[in-house]
């Protein structure tokens, strides 16, 4: 997910416990995955959606954001054009005026980043522990006994081949969950009316309803953006 750079809380390195016994520990080595959380998330479908509303709620604000911009930038162009012109008075006030709008714009900035980075992380953490279920019944189903998280540059994984990169996997079968749950929930299609027998009297046709009436009719990308 564009943008999504924190991940959920309590997965940075992901260690799950196959159900082997002690005994099969002993004559095997543990079987190892890694999984790239970060990508994860972003890359299945309920990741990609969630981006696109995310940016789209925040668009007014980007714009509202690039126009305060513009408009702080075309007051210090005056001020630098004309600043050999103006008289100590107008030359204050347009200081001012400057000063005004850019502590505004500095206050709407900063509290549009926070409500844009509460909003990723919203949608991270609630994909993010649909995917631990996912990679869980994976790991298990598949006799790993440890998935060590690779997205952050912090993890102490310094080499891994790529043969044990379960992200796309990952990925995949998290879409097939995602779409099996949207499938189950969606309303059942309502069967088609059965014809009338041609020997059953046709029923009487109802009135036509009263006119309702009328109701009457209603009364960024920010500069250091989200």
Do not use: W
């Amino acid at each position: 997910m564009k943008g999504m750079k924190r991940l959920l809380p309590g997965i940075l390195v992901a260690i799950l416990m196959a159900g082997a016994t002690a005994s099969q520990a002993q004559d095997k080595p543990p079987k190892l995955a890694i999984i790239n959380i970060q990508i994860a998330i972003a890359q299945t479908s309920d990741g990609q959606k969630a981006a696109k509303e995310i940016q789209d709620r925040f668009a007014p604000k980007r714009k509202e954001l690039d126009d305060a911009q513009k408009e702080i930038n075309a007051l210090q162009d005056q001020l630098r054009n004309q600043e050999k012109t103006l008289s100590d008075d107008a030359r204050n006030k347009l200081l001012k005026q400057i000063d005004d709008k850019t502590r505004s714009f500095n206050r709407s900035n900063e509290d549009a980043t926070t409500d844009f980075q509460n909003a990723e992380q919203e949608a991270i953490n609630e994909i993010g522990q649909k995917m631990m279920t996912v990679l869980s019944e994976y790991a298990q189903k598949n006799t790993y006994s440890m998935v060590l998280d690779v997205s952050s540059p912090q993890t102490p994984v310094l080499y891994a081949d790529a043969a044990i990169d379960i992200t796309k996997e990952i990925i995949d079968l998290y879409n097939q969950s995602a779409a099996k749950s949207a499938a189950s929930a969606a309303p059942a299609t309502p069967a088609a009316p059965k014809a009338a027998s041609p020997a059953a009297p046709a029923a009487a046709a109802p009135k036509p309803a009263a006119p309702a009436a009328a109701a009457p009719a209603g009364s960024p990308k920010p500069a250091t953006t989200p």
